[in-house]
T-cell receptor
Framework: DVKVTQSSRYLVKRTGEKVFLECVQD?????MFWYRQDPGLGLRLIYF???????EKGDIPEGYSVSREKKERFSLILESASTNQTSMYLC???????????FGNGTRLTVT | AQRVTQPEKLLSVFKGAPVELKCNYS??????LFWYVQYSRQRLQLLLR?????SIKGFTADLNKGETSFHLKKPFAQEEDSAMYYC????????????????WGLGTSLAVNP
């Protein structure tokens, strides 16, 4: 069974802090994704990565960056956290473009 | 434009009643449609995909290209079906000809009352 692990379930940070959200998958999947999930707005894609050291912007990349130095790990970075980045962040992976997504449990980030 | 519409934010039914969660899409080619489900305090997970044409947990969904719909149905709802349901479409083709991104609906929260 695929396991996608997000390092923190809950996180509270202050405005202006640099925040790292970590995601690890254990199935050697090529593709990895970061979404944010907000009530009434559904899932919005922040960044995705097809392979190591590759990344592409999603629909709402502003204020975020990512890092994929190893195939199993995909990190989301908030360079300077703001209150409007308070949200549930979901990481997902898939084997190939033709495969379903496997999600992590999510990280609920609160920026005060 | 590629779009997925779930017209109901919230759907409330009684246990044992039929349930239908609506999903309409806009896409000019041949889409692949999915239903994902998120139960309370659990991760988002795939429920079913139209190419599988299977029934999962009593749910079925048929792709209707004429009506551009992929409604999720279950004849007799159970309390454990209460969850957030997302319809998604894969149809965005990149330069390499691969469909990579999913287009998501906003989700429907299903509440099954005893």
């Amino acid at each position: 069974d695929v396991k996608v692990t997000q390092s923190s379930r809950y996180l509270v940070k202050r405005t202006g802090e640099k925040v790292f959200l970590e995601c690890v998958q254990d199935m050697d999947h090529e593709n990895m994704f970061w979404y944010r999930q907000d009530p009434g707005l559904g899932l919005r894609l922040i960044y995705f990565s097809y392979d190591v050291k590759m990344k592409e912007k999603g629909d709402i990349p502003e204020g975020y960056s990512v890092s994929r130095e190893k195939k199993e790990r995909f990190s989301l970075i908030l360079e300077s956290a703001s209150t409007n980045q308070t949200s549930m962040y979901l990481c997902a992976s898939r084997e190939s473009y033709n495969s379903p997504l496997h999600f992590g449990n999510g990280t609920r980030l609160t920026v005060t | 434009a590629q779009r997925v519409t779930q017209p109901e934010k919230l759907l409330s039914v009684f246990k044992g009643a039929p349930v239908e969660l609506k999903c309409n899409y806009s896409y000019s080619g041949s889409p692949e449609l999915f239903w994902y489900v998120q139960y309370s305090r659990q991760r988002l997970q795939l429920l079913l995909r139209h190419i599988s044409r299977e029934s999962i947990k009593g749910f079925t969904a048929d792709l209707n290209k004429g009506e551009t719909s992929f409604h999720l149905k279950k004849p007799f709802a159970q309390e454990e079906d209460s969850a957030m349901y997302y319809c998604a479409l894969r149809g965005v083709v990149d330069n390499a000809g691969n469909n990579r991104k999913l287009i998501w609906g906003l989700g429907t929260s299903l509440a099954v009352n005893p």
